[in-house]
C-alpha cells in the first residue's frame, strides 16, 4: 500500500464504450484519499453523462488531480500540465482541468500561467464539476475552491476505477485539524469532518456484494473520527473503534485496514478492537516524523518520544505480531546532528518494518514557513536522508527474514510482475508476498509458508490450512 507514492496513478477504464459521450481523462497524484477522490469524481462525471477513458489522445476532457505535499509533486504535475498543452495545441476542443491540493492552493497561477488550464476545483467542490465543465465548454474559466464544513461525499459510491476488483479505499472522514506546523493539508483540504457512518457501512456491504475482499477506511487522522447521532432522547456517540467494529462485523471474510493513524489519538480501546477481530489486519501505520522531543514540538504533533514509545508497546502488548510503518521527515527546521541521531536511534527502537522518509519541504503559509528558517543545508537533508534509508533498508529486510519458515494467510490481489505463473498478495501485516499459482484465483485467500525473501518481497508456496 503506497500511502505517500508521487507516482502517476493513471487510471485504466473503459467504464463506457458509448462514442456519443463526452470521455473524461483522470491523472491522480498524491496519497490514498486522491485515489478514492478521482473515483467519486468518475462516479459523479458518469452521473451526468460523461465517459471515462484511459487513454490520453482519445480525452474530451483532462483531469489532473494533484497533490501539494511537498514541492517537488507540484513541480511534477506542472510538467504534466505542459504535455497536456501539446495535447491541446493538436486538438483545442479539449478541455483541461486541475483538480484537488494544488487547485486549492494555486488556483490563480494555474488560470494565468500558460492558458493551458479551463477549470479549476479544491477537493471539496467536486459535485459542481458538471456544471463547470459546461461554463468552461462555453469558453468561460470553471473555477470552484471552496471548502466546505460539511461535505463528505456520503451518498456518492465511488467508481472503482483500479479494476483489480479485490480491494477498495473507503473514505471515512475529510480535511484535517491538526495543524502540523510543516503540513498544507489543513490548508488545501480544509476542516475535519466525519463521514455519516451508516453510509460507510452500506458502502462496504456493496463492495462486498461485489466480490471485493479487502478495504481500507481512509482519513488523515482515523483515530479522531467520530458520529453522533440521537436515537430516542440519548445522543449516542460512534468513535472510530466503533466504526473499526461495525466495518469488521459487515463480513468475517472480508478484510479490514485503516489509515492513518496519529500517535496522539491511537487508543487502547482501537488496540483492542484489532485484536478482538480477526479480519482488521495486524498492520498499523503510525507516523512518527522524528526521534527528537525538540522537533516534534517545533512540528507541533503533540506528543512526545516517550508518548510514541508507549504507543508502540501497547501495539506489541495488545497485537503481538502488528506490523509496523512510519512517515519520517529529515531536515526539518533547526534539526542538529543530535536530532537526527535521535530519529535513527527511535527507528532501530522500534524496528519499523516499512517507512515512508522524506527531506523537509517548506510549503509556502504554514506555520513552519511564516515562523522558522528552513536552515538545514540542502546537502546535510540528503545525506540524512540517505543514512535514514540505508538504516530502514536494514530494518525491512530484517523484519522480512523474521518471516522465513511461517505460514500466512494471504490474499490473492494479482499477478506477479515479474512471472505470470506466479501470484502476489499481502499478509495481514501488509507485506507482499510471491508464489506459484497452482490452481488459484484472484481475490482468494490461501495459506502460504515463506521459505525466503527479497529486502522488498516474501517468496513461498502454496500450503494446506
Ligand atoms: N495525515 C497523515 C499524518 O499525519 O501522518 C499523513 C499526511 S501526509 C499526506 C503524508 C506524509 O507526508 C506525512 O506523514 C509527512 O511525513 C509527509 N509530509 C507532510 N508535509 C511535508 C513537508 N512539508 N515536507 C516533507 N514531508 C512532508
Ligand atoms: Fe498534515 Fe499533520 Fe494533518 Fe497529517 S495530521 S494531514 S501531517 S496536519
Given at each position: 500500500?503506497?500511502?505517500?507514492?508521487?507516482?502517476?496513478?493513471?487510471?485504466?477504464?473503459?467504464?463506457?464504450?458509448?462514442?456519443?459521450?463526452?470521455?473524461?481523462?483522470?491523472?491522480?497524484?498524491?496519497?490514498?484519499?486522491?485515489?478514492?477522490?478521482?473515483?467519486?469524481?468518475?462516479?459523479?462525471?458518469?452521473?451526468?453523462?460523461?465517459?471515462?477513458?484511459?487513454?490520453?489522445?482519445?480525452?474530451?476532457?483532462?483531469?489532473i488531480n494533484t497533490c501539494s505535499i511537498r514541492e517537488n509533486a507540484e513541480t511534477r504535475v506542472f510538467g504534466r500540465i505542459d504535455l497536456f498543452g501539446q495535447v491541446k495545441k493538436s486538438k483545442p476542443s479539449v478541455l483541461v482541468g486541475v483538480l484537488g491540493c494544488m487547485a486549492e492552493r494555486l488556483k490563480d497561477q494555474l488560470l494565468e500561467g500558460k492558458k493551458v488550464v479551463d477549470l479549476v476545483v479544491g477537493p471539496d467542490a467536486y459535485r459542481?464539476?458538471?456544471?463547470?465543465?459546461?461554463?468552461?465548454?462555453?469558453?468561460?474559466?470553471?473555477?470552484?475552491?471552496?471548502?466546505?464544513?460539511?461535505?463528505?461525499?456520503?451518498?456518492?459510491?465511488?467508481?472503482?476505477?483500479?479494476?483489480?476488483?479485490?480491494?477498495?479505499?473507503?473514505?471515512?472522514?475529510?480535511?484535517?485539524?491538526?495543524?502540523?506546523?510543516?503540513?498544507?493539508?489543513?490548508?488545501?483540504?480544509?476542516?475535519?469532518?466525519?463521514?455519516?457512518?451508516?453510509?460507510?457501512?452500506?458502502?462496504?456491504?456493496?463492495?462486498?456484494?461485489?466480490?471485493?475482499?479487502?478495504?481500507?477506511?481512509?482519513?488523515?487522522?482515523?483515530?479522531?473520527?467520530?458520529?453522533?447521532?440521537?436515537?430516542?432522547?440519548?445522543?449516542?456517540?460512534?468513535?472510530?473503534?466503533?466504526?473499526?467494529?461495525?466495518?469488521?462485523?459487515?463480513?468475517?471474510?472480508?478484510?479490514?485496514?485503516?489509515?492513518?493513524?496519529?500517535?496522539?489519538?491511537?487508543?487502547?480501546?482501537?488496540?483492542?478492537?484489532?485484536?478482538?477481530?480477526?479480519?482488521?489486519?495486524?498492520?498499523?501505520?503510525?507516523?512518527?516524523?522524528?526521534?527528537?522531543?525538540?522537533?516534534?514540538?517545533?512540528?507541533?504533533?503533540?506528543?512526545?518520544?516517550?508518548?510514541?514509545?508507549?504507543?508502540?508497546?501497547?501495539?506489541?502488548?495488545?497485537?503481538?505480531?502488528?506490523?509496523?510503518?512510519?512517515?519520517?521527515?529529515?531536515?526539518?527546521?533547526?534539526?542538529?546532528?543530535?536530532?537526527?541521531?535521535?530519529?535513527?536511534?527511535?527507528?532501530?527502537?522500534?524496528?519499523?518494518?516499512?517507512?515512508?522518509?522524506?527531506?523537509?519541504?517548506?510549503?509556502?503559509?504554514?506555520?513552519?514557513?511564516?515562523?522558522?528558517?528552513?536552515?538545514?543545508?540542502?546537502?546535510?537533508?540528503?545525506?540524512?536522508?540517505?543514512?535514514?534509508?540505508?538504516?530502514?533498508?536494514?530494518?525491512?529486510?530484517?523484519?522480512?527474514?523474521?518471516?522465513?519458515?511461517?505460514?500466512?494467510?494471504?490474499?490473492?490481489?494479482?499477478?506477479?510482475?515479474?512471472?505470470?505463473?506466479?501470484?502476489?498478495?499481502?499478509?495481514?501485516?501488509?507485506?507482499?508476498?510471491?508464489?506459484?499459482?497452482?490452481?488459484?484465483?484472484?481475490?482468494?485467500?490461501?495459506?502460504?509458508?515463506?521459505?525466503?525473501?527479497?529486502?522488498?518481497?516474501?517468496?513461498?508456496?502454496?500450503?494446506?490450512?
Amino acid at each position: 500500500m503506497d500511502f505517500n507514492a508521487e507516482d502517476a496513478n493513471i487510471f485504466e477504464s473503459a467504464l463506457s464504450d458509448d462514442s456519443s459521450r463526452s470521455r473524461v481523462y483522470i491523472e491522480t497524484y498524491g496519497c490514498q484519499m486522491n485515489v478514492n477522490d478521482s473515483e467519486v469524481v468518475a462516479s459523479i462525471l458518469i452521473a451526468s453523462g460523461y465517459a471515462i477513458t484511459s487513454n490520453l489522445n482519445d480525452a474530451d476532457v483532462i483531469l489532473i488531480n494533484t497533490c501539494s505535499i511537498r514541492e517537488n509533486a507540484e513541480t511534477r504535475v506542472f510538467g504534466r500540465i505542459d504535455l497536456f498543452g501539446q495535447v491541446k495545441k493538436s486538438k483545442p476542443s479539449v478541455l483541461v482541468g486541475v483538480l484537488g491540493c494544488m487547485a486549492e492552493r494555486l488556483k490563480d497561477q494555474l488560470l494565468e500561467g500558460k492558458k493551458v488550464v479551463d477549470l479549476v476545483v479544491g477537493p471539496d467542490a467536486y459535485r459542481e464539476l458538471p456544471v463547470l465543465l459546461r461554463a468552461a465548454e462555453n469558453g468561460q474559466k470553471g473555477i470552484n475552491v471552496l471548502l466546505s464544513r460539511e461535505e463528505t461525499y456520503a451518498d456518492i459510491s465511488p467508481v472503482r476505477l483500479d479494476k483489480n476488483g479485490v480491494s477498495a479505499f473507503v473514505s471515512i472522514m475529510r480535511g484535517c485539524n491538526n495543524m502540523c506546523s510543516y503540513c498544507v493539508v489543513p490548508y488545501t483540504r480544509g476542516a475535519e469532518r466525519s463521514r455519516d457512518p451508516h453510509t460507510i457501512v452500506g458502502e462496504v456491504q456493496e463492495l462486498v456484494n461485489s466480490g471485493y475482499r479487502e478495504v481500507t477506511l481512509l482519513g488523515q487522522n482515523v483515530n479522531s473520527y467520530h458520529w453522533e447521532e440521537q436515537k430516542g432522547l440519548v445522543k449516542h456517540k460512534i468513535s472510530f473503534s466503533d466504526l473499526l467494529e461495525m466495518v469488521a462485523l459487515v463480513d468475517p471474510r472480508l478484510r479490514v485496514r485503516f489509515s492513518t493513524s496519529h500517535p496522539k489519538d491511537l487508543t487502547n480501546e482501537v488496540l483492542y478492537t484489532m485484536a478482538m477481530y480477526e479480519n482488521i489486519c495486524n498492520h498499523i501505520h503510525l507516523p512518527v516524523q522524528s526521534g527528537s522531543t525538540r522537533i516534534l514540538h517545533l512540528m507541533n504533533r503533540r506528543y512526545t518520544r516517550e508518548d510514541y514509545l508507549d504507543r508502540i508497546d501497547a501495539i506489541r502488548s495488545i497485537i503481538p505480531d502488528c506490523s509496523i510503518s512510519t512517515d519520517i521527515i529529515t531536515g526539518f527546521c533547526t534539526e542538529t546532528e543530535l536530532d537526527h541521531d535521535m530519529t535513527l536511534s527511535l527507528m532501530r527502537e522500534v524496528g519499523f518494518d516499512f517507512a515512508y522518509m522524506f527531506k523537509y519541504s517548506e510549503r509556502p503559509n504554514t506555520k513552519a514557513a511564516r515562523q522558522l528558517a528552513d536552515d538545514v543545508p540542502e546537502d546535510v537533508k540528503t545525506r540524512r536522508l540517505t543514512e535514514i534509508i540505508e538504516l530502514q533498508g536494514k530494518l525491512s529486510e530484517q523484519s522480512k527474514k523474521n518471516d522465513v519458515g511461517k505460514r500466512f494467510e494471504v490474499l490473492i490481489e494479482g499477478e506477479s510482475k515479474k512471472s505470470k505463473d506466479e501470484f502476489f498478495g499481502r499478509t495481514s501485516q501488509n507485506k507482499v508476498v510471491v508464489f506459484p499459482k497452482e490452481n488459484h484465483k484472484i481475490g482468494e485467500f490461501v495459506f502460504v509458508e515463506v521459505t525466503d525473501c527479497t529486502p522488498a518481497t516474501l517468496i513461498g508456496h502454496i500450503v494446506e490450512e
